[in-house]
């Protein structure tokens, strides 16, 4: 079993609907949770960072994070063609050894369409 | 300027041959990871440096070895390609401020024959 599982798609929606992605994982001991969104050949770049449990929202995104159930959620409000993308989940532990090494989803393959 | 530039972007190489792919960045971080990217398995870790002495395998290290040559400088080598190695490879980098955030570099699409 993988240490974050990612279902990888591929989504498809309309215009303006809201999408959720999600990942579990297993290492009780990841603290920091980050949602990365890669465009088609280019690299991943940081959408969303949280650490710990709880919510963040940046304009149209919110990150949840659910620790004791080890489940992260991304959503998406009002969606665009324009977030049409693969989105990756990654986490890491704080502290130790592993600390600021990065465990990643296999992405989920996100197509809006208008 | 980007501030994590990878050369080549896009490499066709032999079988057995050796190739280097290099990262260098502008962001002063002193962290520096390489990653492969494979359809359906994310990323996954080559090889990470937390400074110029430092150098740790990852998850995939086996058939790779890594150069820090300065901090802002990470090279990747191939010593002896093979198929299974067509991948995209990506460069990152982190500060020890940032927590565990990481900023990539556009990748090299690489073919092996």
């Known amino acids: 079993q993988k240490e974050v599982e990612q279902d990888p798609g591929p989504l498809s929606v309309p215009e303006g609907a809201i999408v959720s992605l999600n990942c579990t994982y297993s290492n009780s001991a990841f603290q920091y949770f980050m949602w990365y969104r890669q465009y088609s050949r280019k690299g991943p770049e940081l959408l969303m960072y949280?650490?710990?449990?709880g919510n963040k929202e940046d304009g149209r995104f919110t990150a949840q994070v659910d620790k004791s159930s080890k489940y992260i959620s991304l959503f998406i409000r009002d969606s665009q063609p324009s977030d049409s993308a693969t989105y990756l989940c990654?986490?890491?532990?704080?502290?130790?050894?592993?600390?600021?090494?990065?465990?990643f989803g296999q992405g989920t393959i996100l197509t809006v369409h208008p | 300027d980007a501030d994590v530039t990878q050369t080549p972007r896009n490499r066709i190489t032999k079988t057995g041959k050796r190739i280097m792919l290099e990262c260098s960045q502008t962001k002063g971080h002193d962290r520096m990871y390489w990653y492969r990217q494979d359809p359906g398995l994310g990323l996954r870790l080559i090889y990470y440096s937390f400074d110029v002495k430092d150098i740790n395998k990852g998850e995939i290290s086996d058939g790779y070895s890594v150069s820090r040559q300065a901090q802002a400088k990470f090279s990747l080598s191939l010593e002896s390609a093979i198929p299974n190695q067509t991948a995209l490879y990506f460069c990152?980098?982190?500060?020890?401020?940032?927590?565990?955030?990481?900023?990539f570099g556009p990748g090299t699409r690489l073919l092996v024959l």
């Open positions: 949280t650490y710990s449990s």
């Open positions: 990152a980098t982190s500060d020890w401020t940032s927590g565990s955030r990481q900023y």
């Open positions: 990654a986490m890491s532990e704080d502290g130790g050894t592993s600390y600021g090494k990065l465990t």
